[in-house]
């Protein structure tokens, strides 16, 4: 890798894509975290409320994201999350970190981390926690 290209890649910022995951319309969580990453000096694009795998995974891919971070209050996160990584694994998204938040049963993370996903902050996670797990293990 060149200099140039190098100094790039350190000095470009990390790019995550947040979204609600099918019919979940409680935002206000994601709004929070969404805001967090930012003063973390972290590039956030935030979907919004009521989008599928698919189209989270198109965004993912026009954004060119580091991290996809799908967060759940409703109960869906063992639904919509093997959706996800499967629409990740057909778009070759393996160097795209997956972070799933909300509210989780402790018991359900080992379930979704055997699926795929890469860590699971749970409701209360402190910023410093989730902002430098990202930090530390997104894929450059």
Known sequence: MSKAKAKESKDRKIKVVVS????????RGAKVVSSLL???GMEVVYLGMY???EDIISAAIDEDADVI????LSGEHLV????IVEEMKKAGLDDVLLVVGGVVPPED????K???????FSAGSLTETFVAYIR???RQ
């Open 38 to 40: 930012k003063e973390a």
């Open 114 to 120: 055997e699926m795929g996903v890469d860590e699971v």
């Open 51 to 53: 989008q599928m795998p």
């Open 80 to 83: 919509y999350t093997p959706l």
């Open 20 to 27: 609600k995951v099918g019919l979940d319309g409680h935002d």
């Open 109 to 112: 993370i080992p379930f979704l």
């Open 69 to 72: 971070g799908p967060s759940f």
């Open 136 to 138: 530390n293990n997104v």
